[in-house]
């Protein structure tokens, strides 16, 4: 085991977003700085890779910075892609999200959200209507806890919808910060 291994938390150039978490030691950070792509080191297989080198999805470094006591590093870096394995822009996506990827993947029988994606993106406009009158309702007329069940049945099938358009919920997060300022 590399003793000397760094956290290196690489971020959104562009958002200021955690992308992801890897591990780097000396050579990692060396290339990672000469190539201007980043490269970790494996704790699991014991060897370098170089992030994209599989999936396309390259990080191009921006900047990278090691904290006061050198035993960290962030990366300013820009993606070519979603960074995480799932598809996600970020390997710190909410749960919600990431388990509708993988439902999707699994193509599962009897899986609803499998069979609500395959339906396609109109099915999903008309369940989020239906689900947004159902919350409205909900809201003037009925319990906390029934509204809250149909807040979260909306908030499901909004992200079933963005999955139908291949629009990553970090893009709405992204539209509201450009319409902070």
């Known amino acids: 085991?590399?003793?000397?291994?760094?956290?290196?938390?690489?971020?959104d150039d562009a958002t200021g977003r955690v992308l992801m978490l890897g591990w780097m030691d000396e050579e990692a950070l060396s290339l990672t700085r000469?190539?201007?792509?980043v490269h970790f080191f494996s704790r699991s297989r014991q060897q370098l890779w170089?992030?994209?080198e599989t999936s396309?999805?390259?990080?191009?470094?921006?900047?990278?910075?090691?904290?006061?006591?050198?035993d960290a590093v962030l990366v300013r870096a820009s993606a070519d892609g979603p960074t995480c394995h799932d598809g996600s822009t970020s390997c710190f996506t909410p749960w919600l999200w990431r388990?509708?990827?993988?439902?999707?993947?699994?193509?599962?029988?009897g899986s609803y959200v499998a069979s609500s994606l395959s339906r396609g993106t109109a099915f999903l406009a008309r369940k989020v209507g239906e689900e947004a009158v159902e919350t409205?309702?909900?809201?003037?007329?009925?319990?906390?806890e029934r509204f809250v069940s149909e807040?979260?049945?909306?908030?499901?099938?909004?992200?079933?919808?963005?999955?139908?358009?291949?629009?990553?919920?970090?893009?709405?997060?992204?539209?509201?910060?450009?319409?902070?300022k």
Do not use: Y
Not at 34 to 37: A, E, I, P, Q, V
Not at 59 to 68: A, G, P, R, S, T
């Open 34 to 37: 000469s190539t201007g792509t």
């Open 56 to 70: 396309g999805n390259f990080l191009h470094v921006v900047e990278v910075i090691l904290d006061c006591d050198g």
């Open 136 to 144: 409205a309702v909900a809201s003037l007329a009925e319990s906390d």
């Open 151 to 180: 807040a979260a049945d909306l908030w499901f099938h909004l992200l079933m919808l963005l999955r139908s358009r291949g629009v990553d919920p970090s893009d709405i997060e992204d539209e509201l910060r450009r319409r902070e």
């Open 99 to 109: 388990k509708i990827l993988q439902r999707e993947k699994q193509n599962a029988e």
């Open 50 to 52: 170089q992030k994209g």
């Open 1 to 11: 085991m590399n003793d000397e291994l760094r956290a290196a938390i690489v971020q």
